[in-house]
Every structure is written in structure tokens, then in C-alpha cells.
T-cell receptor
Framework: KQEVTQIPAALSVPEGENLVLNCSFT??????LQWFRQDPGKGLTSLLL?????REQTSGRLNASLDKSSGRSTLYIAASQPGDSATYLC??????????????FGGGTRLMVKP | NAGVTQTPKFQVLKTGQSMTLQCAQD?????MYWYRQDPGMGLRLIYY???????DKGEVPNGYNVSRLNKREFSLRLESAAPSQTSVYFC?????????????FGEGSRLTVL
């Protein structure tokens, strides 16, 4: 069964820092990996989707990389801002999802960017 | 741009009561999903509908039923609510269910069962 782990569970940084969030998964047979953002009391918003054949995706100050063979992805946030404070979740779309678990989510990293 | 809309946003039930969570998407997506989110447990799939007319169990289906009413709407029903069903419920949709692509979520429905 696919397992997705995110470390650290929480992170507090001063404004302006560049930071890296980590996601690891146990089964490399995936279609894609997505990074989501969740604000308190809100739903999830998709930030970046990396197909299994891709190495990275970029959107503005965000860059996500994927190393399928090692089961790792990183989300890089450049020049962090207080508005980046949220919980960030990664999820893998598992090829072996016969049990019906279409996406397997990590537990998330709760990020606080201090002014 | 409504995206995925869920109702109600908040609900308090007594043990044994029933209720239905409604979800609608306006993106012409084929696949729809119901997840629950609990502290320390992350997001877990309850049921999904790969396409109109089909529904399948996810990881935690016990105590729930679903109906894919049409391509737009996917409802989740609790027939006899239990305190263990206190959670935040999210509806989501995607173009397809295999190699799902980008997943779009609703704002969530916060359910408390007393």
C-alpha cells in the first residue's frame, strides 16, 4: 500500500527566506504527484502537478521537483511571504490503486511565515 | 467560476440522525470524489464516481452511501450518524479517474455528531 510522508510537520520561518518542503512516497509506480495548499477552514487548492515523466514544474515563486526512482518530491518556495502561511499537502496518483484510493495524501506541512 | 460547490458548510447531528451532503461541479468533469479529513489521519477517500452512473468504495466507506445523480452532482448520505463520523468532508472532481490530473476541491462541510 502506498504511503506518503511529509517532513517536517510544521515549519516557522521569517519572511524572505527560501524554503523547501519534502514529500516521500513508498511506491514509485505513480501517474503523477500534486502539491496542494490548504488555508485554515478552507478546501485544498492545487498548486502544481508533476507527471511521472517530468522532473519539475514551476509556477511563480514555487518550484516542485520529482525523483520517482527515490520516491521523493520537494516543493521550493522562493522569497517566502506571510501570505504563504498555510498547510501544504502532497498527494500521489497511484497506478496500483485497485483498492480505489485514487490519491494518497501526505499528512501535510503547516507553514508559518513571520513578518 | 463556481468550481466545486458543497452544501451545507456546517451541520450538527445527534447520533442516529441521517443527512445528505450535496456536491455539484460545473467543470464538466467525469470523476467525482468524497474525502474526509481528520486530525492525524489526513485525507481519506470515502467513495468515488469514475463516471456518471458508476460509484465505487474508497478506503473508508462504512456508514456512508453515495449517489451520482447526474454528471454534475454527487451526494454523500449518512443513514445513521455516529460520533466517529464527526469530520470535515470534502467533495472533489477531476477530468478522469485514471491519471486523475488536477483535482479540484470544494470548501468542505464540517459535520459534528453528538
Amino acid at each position: 500500500k502506498q504511503e506518503v510522508t511529509q517532513i517536517p510537520a510544521a515549519l516557522s520561518v521569517p519572511e524572505g527566506e527560501n524554503l523547501v518542503l519534502n514529500c516521500s512516497f513508498t511506491d514509485s509506480a505513480i501517474y503523477n504527484l500534486q502539491w496542494f495548499r490548504q488555508d485554515p477552514g478552507k478546501g485544498l487548492t492545487s498548486l502544481l502537478l508533476i507527471q511521472s515523466s517530468q522532473r519539475e514544474q514551476t509556477s511563480g515563486r514555487l518550484n516542485a521537483s520529482l525523483d520517482k526512482s527515490s520516491g521523493r518530491s520537494t516543493l521550493y518556495i522562493a522569497a517566502s511571504q506571510p501570505g504563504d502561511s498555510a498547510t501544504y499537502l502532497c498527494a500521489v496518483d497511484d497506478m496500483n490503486n485497485n483498492a480505489g484510493n485514487m490519491l494518497t495524501f501526505g499528512g501535510g506541512t503547516r507553514l508559518m511565515v513571520k513578518p | 467560476n463556481a468550481g466545486v460547490t458543497q452544501t451545507p458548510k456546517f451541520q450538527v447531528l445527534k447520533t442516529g440522525q441521517s443527512m445528505t451532503l450535496q456536491c455539484a461541479q460545473d467543470m464538466n468533469h467525469n470523476s467525482m470524489y468524497w474525502y474526509r479529513q481528520d486530525p492525524g489521519m489526513g485525507l481519506r477517500l470515502i467513495y468515488y464516481s469514475a463516471s456518471e452512473g458508476t460509484t465505487d468504495k474508497g478506503e473508508v466507506p462504512n456508514g456512508y452511501n453515495v449517489s451520482r445523480l447526474n454528471k454534475r452532482e454527487f451526494s454523500l448520505r449518512l443513514e445513521s450518524a455516529a460520533p466517529s463520523q464527526t469530520s470535515v468532508y470534502f467533495c472533489a472532481s477531476s477530468v478522469n479517474s485514471k491519471n486523475t490530473g488536477e483535482l479540484f476541491f470544494g470548501e468542505g462541510s464540517r459535520l459534528t455528531v453528538l
